[in-house]
């Protein structure tokens, strides 16, 4: 590597190069898997949705009915049941302080299903009172500053005094909700009448979205027919008559939102397949980069491995040495990876609206990146290593 000084240098930065776009594509596609993986029992919960006969045409909805969600409440299988609205903003005063805020009005079992990390105040009875609401951290901080939250009154659309009873730390950023306030789906059918009624009324009043989470040990393709033709008992309802109840794991809500013929089979998922392709080109493209170059030398390691055969060395040796070569100049290339996507992470973070980090701290990476790197470097000396080894030393020093 010292005697060549612009050879190694091509070798590590081009190798270098490649690892990094390699491993920032491997962060980017961990990360939208990562989605909601941070709730415990994620695969106990599941949005609840409908499968609609069209004409023959299979369309699937996520709007759903109250009556519905009171119906799946009865089920032995059923842990929590949740019903939300689609988000809103309102505005919220505190003294001085008037904020437009986004967020959701949840039934009361919400929390316990989705046990989102607690800063302050009882999350199991938060959402009891209708007129409670719950803020997320940076919410609280922004409308009370230092002083404590809790109990406090916040002005709802100036209309109504809400008091908080918990307080959420901040959602990360791979959270398939995103909502700065709750407050009780109670407090809904108490201001607006249609909201009441939709509770005693029709499967066919889909307005809604819902959530269940199922008891340990349920495993949803038993229980899925029970609640596939929960809503045909209304007879006279063409709506519910002609719909099927569904429900998707909170796993696949990110990746897999598109759905044919009543099946999850595609969404954001296309994206990253696409791109770990992507990864792995550009990484063998390195790959490739590194065994021309190392090919192109032959000329020069040829009379090396002549010597080397005239003095006794076998060809395994030989090949050990070539492999053992191209490996510290893999691990080399990849601390300078490692240099550059630390130094690009942030530009790219807010590229592509992500928080992403290099996690040092996780046994896990290091384990898949010396495998990689071992890898790598496995592929990128073996031609040149069975090729420089297979020279005849009569003639190469002839």
């Given at each position: 590597?010292?005697?060549?000084?612009?050879?190694?240098?091509?070798?590590?930065?081009?190798l270098?190069?490649?690892?990094a776009?390699?491993?920032?594509?491997?962060?980017?596609?961990?990360?939208?898997?990562?989605?909601?993986?941070?709730?415990?029992?994620?695969?106990?919960?599941?949005?609840?949705k409908?499968?609609?006969?069209?004409?023959?045409?299979?369309?699937?909805?996520?709007s759903?009915?109250?009556?519905?969600?009171?119906?799946?409440r009865?089920?032995?299988?059923?842990?929590?049941?949740?019903?939300?609205?689609?988000g809103?903003?309102?505005?919220?005063?505190v003294?001085e302080k008037?904020?437009?805020?986004?967020?959701?009005s949840?039934?009361?079992?919400?929390?316990?299903?989705?046990?989102?990390?607690?800063?302050?105040?009882?999350i199991k009875?938060?959402?009891?009172?209708?007129?409670?609401?719950?803020?997320?951290?940076?919410?609280?901080?922004?409308?009370?500053?230092?002083?404590?939250?809790?109990?406090?009154l916040?002005?709802y659309?100036?209309?109504?005094?809400l008091?908080?009873?918990?307080?959420?730390?901040d959602?990360?950023?791979?959270?398939?909700?995103?909502?700065?306030?709750?407050?009780?789906?109670s407090?809904?059918?108490?201001?607006?009448?249609?909201?009441?009624?939709?509770?005693?009324?029709?499967?066919?009043?889909?307005?809604?979205?819902?959530?269940?989470?199922?008891?340990?040990?349920?495993?949803?393709?038993?229980?899925?027919?029970?609640?596939?033709?929960?809503?045909?008992?209304?007879?006279?309802?063409?709506?519910?008559?002609?719909?099927?109840?569904i429900?998707q794991?909170?796993g696949?809500?990110?990746?897999?939102?598109?759905?044919?013929?009543?099946?999850?089979?595609?969404?954001?998922?296309?994206?990253v397949?696409?791109?770990?392709?992507i990864?792995?080109l550009?990484?063998?493209?390195?790959?490739?980069?590194?065994?021309n170059?190392?090919t192109?030398?032959?000329?020069k390691?040829?009379?090396?491995?002549?010597?080397?055969?005239?003095?006794?060395?076998?060809r395994?040796d030989?090949?050990?040495?070539?492999?053992?070569?191209?490996?510290?100049?893999?691990?080399?290339?990849?601390v300078?990876?490692?240099?550059?996507?630390?130094l690009?992470?942030?530009?790219?973070?807010?590229?592509?609206?992500?928080?992403?980090?290099?996690?040092?701290?996780?046994?896990?990476?290091?384990?898949v990146?010396?495998?990689?790197?071992?890898?790598t470097?496995?592929?990128?000396?073996?031609?040149?290593?069975?090729?420089?080894?297979?020279?005849?030393?009569?003639?190469?020093?002839?």
């Amino acid at each position: 590597m010292v005697k060549n000084k612009i050879y190694s240098a091509l070798n590590i930065v081009g190798l270098a190069a490649g690892m990094a776009v390699a491993m920032l594509i491997a962060l980017w596609v961990n990360y939208q898997y990562s989605y909601d993986k941070f709730l415990p029992d994620t695969d106990r919960l599941y949005q609840v949705k409908r499968n609609f006969d069209s004409n023959g045409d299979t369309l699937t909805f996520a709007s759903t009915s109250l009556k519905l969600a009171n119906t799946l409440r009865t089920l032995p299988d059923v842990e929590y049941v949740a019903e939300t609205n689609w988000g809103e903003r309102h505005g919220f005063t505190v003294g001085e302080k008037k904020m437009n805020l986004s967020g959701l009005s949840v039934g009361g079992d919400f929390l316990k299903m989705f046990k989102y990390p607690r800063a302050q105040g009882d999350i199991k009875s938060a959402l009891a009172d209708p007129y409670s609401i719950v803020l997320t951290e940076s919410t609280a901080k922004a409308l009370f500053g230092n002083a404590d939250p809790l109990n406090k009154l916040v002005r709802y659309d100036n209309i109504e005094n809400l008091k908080v009873t918990a307080v959420l730390k901040d959602l990360p950023s791979n959270s398939s909700f995103d909502f700065e306030y709750l407050i009780p789906f109670s407090y809904a059918e108490i201001k607006e009448n249609w909201i009441k009624q939709a509770r005693v009324g029709s499967y066919g009043n889909n307005s809604f979205q819902l959530f269940a989470q199922l008891k340990p040990g349920v495993i949803y393709s038993t229980f899925a027919p029970k609640i596939k033709q929960i809503e045909k008992v209304e007879k006279d309802n063409v709506n519910s008559m002609h719909s099927n109840v569904i429900m998707q794991p909170m796993g696949d809500w990110h990746l897999y939102a598109e759905y044919k013929n009543g099946k999850a089979v595609s969404g954001f998922i296309q994206y990253v397949r696409l791109f770990s392709i992507i990864g792995g080109l550009v990484l063998l493209i390195a790959c490739i980069n590194f065994i021309n170059l190392s090919t192109a030398r032959s000329e020069k390691r040829a009379r090396e491995v002549g010597v080397r055969k005239a003095v006794g060395s076998q060809r395994k040796d030989l090949i050990f040495q070539f492999l053992t070569e191209s490996i510290v100049f893999v691990i080399i290339s990849f601390v300078l990876s490692l240099v550059l996507v630390q130094l690009v992470l942030p530009a790219f973070n807010s590229l592509t609206g992500t928080t992403i980090m290099i996690p040092f701290a996780s046994g896990i990476f290091w384990l898949v990146t010396v495998i990689g790197v071992l890898i790598t470097g496995l592929l990128a000396g073996s031609r040149p290593a069975f090729y420089l080894s297979s020279f005849n030393p009569v003639k190469v020093l002839k």
